[in-house]
C-alpha cells in the first residue's frame, strides 16, 4: 500500500505528545477503524516491510513505543525503557514491551501477557518469498497482530484487569525476540499466569485457529463454555502448545500460552500480503472473543501450567503451505531478467557487464554507460534496480534512460 504523505505522517504519529483522535471514543470498544489505522501504517510501503534491525523495522517500533506512551504504559520492572534492545550477530534489534497495572493488589505482581511479533520479510529480507527488490508490507503477518494488541492494550487501559499485564511487540527473526525475553527473564517469566499470541490474525474470513488450550490445567474449563458459545465463526481448536511463532517462547517457559491465527493464504510472504485485503470486521471479533478468554483467566482463582508438547498448528498447514511454495516456483520461473552488471556512480549505476543474448543487449546497452532511470524510477543503488524491476514478468517492457558519451539515450526491450 503506498502512503504518499508519509514523511510528515511519520512525523505526526512519531510525536509521543499527540493524541489520537480517534482515541478518545474507541476506549470503549475495540473498532475496526482502528485497526485499519494501525495496519495502514505499519504496512505501508515506507515501513519497508519492518525488517528487524533495519530503518523500517525500527521506525515501526517507535510507532508503537509511541502509542504504548500515549496509553501511559510503564515499563517492565527492572527497565527503564519501553524499547529493549538486544543483538542479533551485527544488528540491533528491539522489543517492545510495555506495562498496564493491575487493580488487584494481592494479583498485581502478577501478570498476564498479550503479544504479537511486529516484524516482518522486509525488502527481500528473511522470510521473503517475492522478488529480491519488493517491499513485503506484511499487513497479515504480522501488522494485524500488533494492531490487536494495541487496540487491546487501549481497551485495558480503559477497563483495568485484576492482574498486571504485560503487552509486548516482539521482534520473530527466528523467534530471537520472545525467546531474548523469556530466557532471559527480562520479563518476569515466574509471575507470568498465562500468555496470548497473536500471530496472522487478519484474513479470518469467518475462521479462526485457537492452539495451546491444553497447556494450562484449567484452559477447558475455563474457556470451553465461551469457545462453545461461538457460533458465527469456525473455530479450529488445538491443545498443543508449539507453532512457528512467539507462543513457543512461552511455553517452554513454562507458561500457559494460547496462539490465534487465521491460516496462511495465497499472500503469505509475498508483496500482496496488504492491508486492503485484511478482513477488519473479522480481526475485531477475534479481538472480542479474545478479550472474552482473557477475562475469564483474568478472573480465576489459579492457572497451572500443563504440558503439551507438538506443533499445534491447523490441520491442512503443512498441506496449504506446499501448496504455496509450488506457487511461489511457479511465479519465480515468470519472473524477468534484465541481464546486466552495475556499479554504483555518479548521478546513476554505470554498466559494468551485459549479458550475451539478454534483454539488456537487446535493448542495446553497452558497458560504461550511465544507467539513470528504469521505468521512470532514478537508479541510485543496486536495491533501487532491484525495486525498479520489481517482480516484472518476461516479456513486460522495461525503458531505460541512460547517458552515453554525455549525452541521453533511451533504451527499451522486453525481459527475459
Ligand atoms: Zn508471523
Request: glycine letters at 12%; one cysteine or more; aromatic letters at 6%.
Amino acid at each position: 500500500m503506498k502512503c504518499p504523505a508519509l514523511a510528515s505522517l511519520c512525523a505526526a504519529l512519531l510525536l509521543p505528545a499527540l493524541v489520537s483522535p480517534l482515541a478518545a471514543q474507541a476506549a470503549d470498544e475495540i473498532r475496526e477503524q482502528d485497526l485499519r489505522a494501525h495496519i495502514g501504517f505499519l504496512a505501508c510501503s515506507e515501513m519497508e516491510g519492518r525488517a528487524s534491525g533495519e530503518h523500517g523495522g525500527h521506525l515501526s517500533g517507535r510507532y508503537v513505543e509511541a502509542t504504548f506512551r500515549r496509553l501511559g504504559l510503564t515499563p517492565l520492572p527492572g527497565q527503564t525503557e519501553l524499547r529493549l534492545p538486544f543483538q542479533v550477530g551485527d544488528l540491533t534489534c528491539y522489543n517492545v514491551v510495555g506495562v498496564l497495572r493491575g487493580t488487584d493488589p494481592r494479583l498485581s505482581e502478577r501478570y498476564l501477557a498479550i503479544g504479537g511479533h511486529l516484524d516482518h520479510a522486509g525488502i527481500g529480507g528473511p522470510g521473503a518469498m517475492g522478488g529480491p527488490g519488493e517491499v513485503h508490507n506484511g499487513a497479515d503477518d504480522n501488522a494485524s497482530g500488533t494492531a490487536g494488541v494495541l487496540e487491546l492494550a487501549e481497551w485495558y487501559v480503559a477497563h483495568p484487569p485484576k492482574h498486571s499485564i504485560i503487552f509486548i511487540s516482539a521482534e520473530e527473526r527466528g523467534l530471537l525476540g520472545s525467546e531474548h525475553l523469556v530466557t532471559q527473564k527480562i520479563v518476569p517469566v515466574d509471575q507470568i499466569r498465562a500468555m496470548f499470541n497473536f500471530d496472522m490474525i487478519g484474513r479470518s474470513n469467518g475462521y479462526l485457529f485457537i492452539g495451546g488450550l491444553g497447556t494450562a490445567t484449567e484452559f477447558h474449563d475455563l474457556l470451553d463454555p465461551i469457545l462453545a458459545g461461538t457460533q458465527d465463526m469456525r473455530l479450529e481448536l488445538d491443545d498443543r502448545g508449539e507453532a512457528p511463532s512467539d507462543n513457543t517462547s512461552f511455553y517452554h517457559g513454562g507458561i500457559p500460552s494460547l496462539f490465534f491465527f487465521t491460516h496462511i493464504h495465497e499472500d503469505y510472504h509475498l508483496p500482496g500480503d496488504d492491508a486492503e485485503k485484511i478482513d477488519y470486521a473479522g480481526e475485531a471479533r477475534i479481538l472480542r472473543l479474545a478479550r472474552e478468554m482473557i477475562g475469564v483467566v483474568d478472573a480465576a482463582p489459579s492457572i497451572q501450567f500443563k504440558s503439551a508438547p507438538g506443533m499445534g498448528m491447523p490441520a491442512d498447514f503443512n498441506e496449504k503451505m506446499m501448496a504455496h511454495f509450488q506457487n511461489i516456483q511457479k511465479l519465480q520461473r515468470a519472473r524477468g531478467k534484465l541481464g546486466l552488471r552495475v556499479e554504483e556512480a555518479a548521478g546513476g549505476m554505470v554498466v559494468t557487464s551485459v549479458g550475451e543474448g539478454s534483454s539488456a543487449a537487446d535493448a542495446g546497452l553497452l558497458v560504461d554507460d550511465l544507467v539513470k532511470k528504469i521505468n521512470g524510477r532514478e537508479i541510485h543503488t543496486q536495491r533501487d534496480l532491484l525495486r525498479a524491476l520489481g517482480a516484472a514478468e518476461k516479456g513486460s517492457e522495461v525503458t531505460l534512460q541512460i547517458e552515453r558519451a554525455g549525452g541521453p539515450l533511451t533504451l527499451k526491450a522486453p525481459l527475459k
